[in-house]
């Protein structure tokens, strides 16, 4: 997958496609190229709605990493306007499955589904904006997505920078394990500006044990207005 990227040239629509199966990458894959799109195939999903299923859902091409403690994929502050689709992200422990720093702007994730399954660590995420640095990510779309964790591992997205008019719409967000898992969605910078969450759900069990302690942390946040919620459902106790 990392050579296929190398061999892309920047906004001019070129499009990697992932044939099913499972794609073990031995190395980190790098997104430093603008306006690509990485994609399996289409029609992998268990369901076709407007919002994600409730229960397990997998995409047909799968992506994992055989490299400890590493991310899937990366991007670079030149990786602006990247597509992501149709892909099923197995990420290892202490490691993300996207990992998006400061200055890549505009990242568009859609229709993939996240298996956060391995050893429970808080380190363990879906998708994180991973930098705390100067700056910002701006306008990044996380639409249609299933996260499915097995216990305590860290949030399925997680914005530890500023995150400029982040939207995570019609996702689905499952515990399926024996022990709490502490935030779901976790936004910690108090420079992040306008945060919209809508028609999701977080779908837990019942135990006073197993449950989501935090569909939606925004402590950090500061600012009045900065984060709006519409339409979402919160499942259990």
């Not at 591992?153 to 500023?162: C, E, V």
Request: glycine residues 10%; proline residues 3%.
């Amino acid at each position: 997958i990392d050579y296929a990227v190398g061999q892309t040239t920047a906004s001019v629509g070129d499009v990697i496609v992932l044939l099913p199966g499972v794609h073990t990458v031995t190395a980190t894959v790098t997104l430093d190229v603008a306006g690509i799109t990485i994609t399996g195939i289409p029609g992998s999903q268990s369901t076709h709605t407007e919002r994600m299923g409730g229960g397990p859902s997998r995409c047909r091409s799968q992506v994992t990493t055989s490299v400890a403690a590493a991310d899937i994929f990366t991007f670079t502050s030149g990786g602006t306007d990247v597509e992501i689709a149709w892909i099923h992200f197995t990420p290892i422990t202490q490691g993300d499955a996207i990992a998006i720093p400061l200055g890549a702007d505009r990242p568009f994730i859609h229709d993939c589904t996240f298996a956060q399954t391995a050893t429970a660590t808080a380190t363990n995420h879906g998708i994180h904006f991973s930098s705390s640095a100067t700056g910002s990510v701006s306008n990044a779309i996380i639409r249609n997505c299933y996260f499915l964790a097995s216990g305590n591992q860290g949030p399925a997205i997680r914005a530890l920078g500023t995150v400029l008019g982040l939207k995570i719409e019609s996702c689905t967000f499952e515990l399926q394990g024996t022990a709490a898992w502490d935030d779901a969605i976790e936004v910690i910078d108090a420079g992040t500006l306008g945060l919209l969450i809508r028609d999701c759900d977080f779908v837990f069990p019942t135990s006073a044990t197993t449950v989501i302690t935090n569909c939606i942390e925004l402590t950090g946040m500061t600012v009045d207005g900065s984060a709006k919620i519409y339409r979402c459902y919160f499942d259990g106790d």
